[in-house]
């Protein structure tokens, strides 16, 4: 999935190593336990070379989990999810949030009654273990950190560029690269991979449900959605200690690296 997730190219990463990427393939599953288990064991190793690792990106859950720890909690378990599944067709899920709500209100009042899967999952760990969320083993991060946010000041200008980029992906060959995915036995397009934003709208155009032009409007649409959701979660987002606005590169790079001199100095 080299196009559609602006993967660092084979140029970029001779200038600077990039871990987590390549790891596995579209039909695969990776859950933020996954990545939380495989970023310490990088992290881990980048500081034994007396390097310090640079986290990069924009999926705002997972650097949550990393940063005020993981609760471990049982594996799925296809056989109970098939018994909600057909409870649910039943009874509604409705009748699964309320009866969540009574067992665990304070983690289940934070799900919304249409998020199937949250519920599913909440209710899946507590059939195994008979233990509310809270009452599970948190593992913790113990590292130092700084927290550099760039944060747009102008939508129109990051709407544009959303716009432009998506375009740009047409012309390196983006259709060809999903094109690839469509045609695969094993890949459907419930896989949480084929569920990607630009990725979703490819496939329903290659399945006939959107034209061309549809989809290249939906895509974008849903692009600037998940902006405007990264952007919620930077408003609540705690202890950053630098905000930056990438307007314009130049002015972005000269307070960074004035920022990390400043901590250097105050380290020696």
């Known amino acids: ?58 999926s705002m859950l997972y650097f949550k989990v990393l940063l005020e720890g993981l609760y471990l909690l049982p594996e799925k378990n296809d056989d109970i999810r098939l018994r909600i599944k057909k409870y649910a067709d039943y009874f509604g899920w409705n009748v ?5 709500k009574k067992i665990d209100f304070q983690y289940v009042s934070k799900i919304h009654p249409n998020d199937v899967y949250r519920l599913t999952r909440a209710l899946e760990i507590f059939l195994i273990t008979g233990k509310k969320i809270k009452d599970h083993v948190k593992k913790k991060t113990f590292y130092d950190y700084i927290q550099i946010c760039i944060f747009p000041e102008n939508n ?13 992906m047409l012309d390196l060959g983006f259709e060809e690269e999903v094109h690839s995915f469509y045609k695969r036995e094993d890949l459907h397009n419930n896989l949480p991979s084929m569920r990607c934003v630009g990725y979703k709208q490819m496939w329903e155009y290659f399945s006939g449900k959107l034209k061309y032009h549809e989809m290249i409007h939906q895509a974008i649409l849903a692009t600037k959605t998940l902006a405007k959701h990264q952007i919620t979660w930077l408003k609540k987002w705690k202890n950053i200690d630098l905000i930056i ?8 790079f000269k307070k960074v690296s004035n920022f990390i001199r400043h901590i250097n100095i105050i380290k020696t």
């Open 245 to 252: 606005d990438d307007t314009n590169m130049n002015q972005a």
């Open 156 to 168: 129109s200008l990051l709407f544009d560029r959303i716009k432009k980029r998506f375009m740009h």
């Open 96 to 100: 699964i949030y309320q009866y969540l």
């Open 1 to 58: 999935m080299d196009i559609g997730t602006a993967k660092p190219t084979l140029e970029d990463q001779k200038i600077a190593p990039h871990k987590l990427i390549d790891l596995l393939d579209p039909s695969q599953y990776y859950s933020v336990a996954n990545f939380y288990h495989d970023v310490l064991i990088e992290i881990e190793k980048i500081v034994r070379m007396n390097r310090i690792p640079l986290l990069v990106g924009g």
